[in-house]
């Protein structure tokens, strides 16, 4: 983040704390954020010019992305305001206590779970602007933490060689600049090792993408990964190569696996005969095939095999045509398939129902 200026009117020379501050709000802080608090408190009062978030980082020996995180908790204390405008940071501290406390909103009607949950503390994930590149100097204070220097040297016995200063470097940003705590990355490591991807550029895909879907506990990754790891066999089923699925085919795939509850073999099923009757990653077509079978509430392949001996009694077609032709809609050509009809239909039902 780039410069800091200040907006204050102090006479300089000597510090004023409240006794609100050392006696309310000192105890109950982290003490990296009271480090934070009182070195720019003097910095502030002392008018001093050419002051930023990674010059504060370097005087106190600490991350820059916790110097930010400590404005906006103090911003949240109301004991600072910061105002962000064309990449400049302002900061401003009150000349007497707190700054004024906004008046309160119109209460509104919330079950007992939202009222916990709004009353829980928010964990703000915050980043600094660019992804920082760090120096053997600042690499060689940050290990005298006994988690990073345990974090790294689990990364380099997984990847069996001692890590460069750049790759140091990139994997400590798993930790300050995508802000996943030590023991997550540590999982991510495993997790990237089991599926072959022993490249750290390869990892951090993954650790952005774990930010970007704010995990921040060992739980919330395993969940995440046994949900991605159910998706895998259906995406390949597509003949989908993708990282991961994008936002409207998560639609689909989360209805098929969490409404339907439909057991994964039998959507790897259904999207096979898709690809094979249409040639092609269609969505809409294997949801007309999955939504049939739910509404006859077939769970298992013995299920859908008898489905299709069914259905290839009542329309006097070979057994083993059955399942070429879907089961429910062979008395339809193939060529008489109108698959952008079908795909609208499909997106414009799941957009109604989402509405």
Known sequence: MPDISYSSTFIPGFILLSNEFILQHMPKANGTYVKVYLYAYQNYVTHTPGLSTSGIA?????????VVEAFHYWQGQRLLEMVEENGALSIRF???????????????????????????????????????????????????????????????????????????SLL?????YYRLPVDVVEYLIDYCM?????????????????SDQG???????????????????????????????????????????YE?????????????????????????????????????GIRSMEEVARADESFARSHGIPAEGAKAQDGFHSYIRHDEWDYDALERLAQNQLFSEKS
């Not at 089991?194 to 774990?210: F, I």
């Open 215 to 257: 995990i921040h506990s060992i739980e919330q990754a395993k969940e995440y990964v046994t949900r991605f790891t159910a998706y895998r066999p259906i995406m390949n089923a597509l003949h989908i190569r993708a990282a991961r699925p994008s936002e409207s085919d998560l639609v689909f795939l989360n209805r098929w696996l």
């Open 94 to 168: 009150p000349e007497g206590g707190s700054l004024p406390t906004p008046p309160p909103e119109k209460p509104t009607s919330k079950d007992k779970n939202q009222e916990e949950e709004a009353k829980a503390p928010v964990s703000k994930v915050v980043r600094v602007e660019h992804k920082p590149v760090y120096s053997p100097e600042e690499l060689a204070i940050y290990q005298t933490n006994p988690k990073i220097s345990r974090l790294f040297a689990k990364a380099s016995s997984c990847l069996g060689a001692p890590l460069s200063p750049p790759n140091l």
């Open 58 to 66: 370097r005087v106190l020996g600490m991350i820059e992305s916790d």
């Open 172 to 176: 400590f940003s798993f930790y300050d």
């Open 194 to 210: 089991s599926n072959g991807g022993r490249s750290l550029r390869y990892m951090e895909k993954v650790a952005q993408d774990w």
């Open 260 to 296: 339907y509850h439909m057991p994964v073999e039998l959507i790897v099923e259904a999207c096979e005969r898709t690809w094979a009757r249409t040639g092609q990653a269609s969505f809409p077509y294997a949801e007309s095939i999955l939504s049939n079978w739910d509404a006859q």
